[in-house]
């Protein structure tokens, strides 16, 4: 993988531009899908499918905390509560 983050010289939009050689291929195979070649579109897709999949494998839970821990914070916070709506009156 190492190769694909090597760095090539394109032109985009009539600018030269450094780019790693997998930006190079999504751009080629995106370029080529769009232009009716379904076998590329296709490839294109599976690409990005994977790429977002490992995205979201990455991103931490919504909740870090496990169940215990919930369960713990809850309790917390309905005993400090009533402290709090007593500063707000």
Do not use: C
């Not at 600018?15 to 995106?30: E, F, G, P, V, Y």
């Not at 009533?82 to 707000?88: I, K, V």
């Amino acid at each position: 993988m190492e190769a694909a983050r090597d760095q090539v010289t394109v032109a985009i939009d009539g600018k030269r531009r450094k780019i790693s050689k997998a930006q190079a291929a999504a751009i080629h195979l995106a370029n080529a899908g769009a232009t009716g070649n379904e076998k590329l579109l296709l490839k294109f897709i599976d690409v990005i499918a994977d790429i977002e999949a490992r995205a979201e494998a990455a991103r931490p839970s919504e909740y870090p905390f496990s169940d215990t821990d919930q369960i713990v914070i809850r309790a917390i916070y309905k005993r400090l509560r009533p402290y709090d709506q007593r500063e707000s009156d």
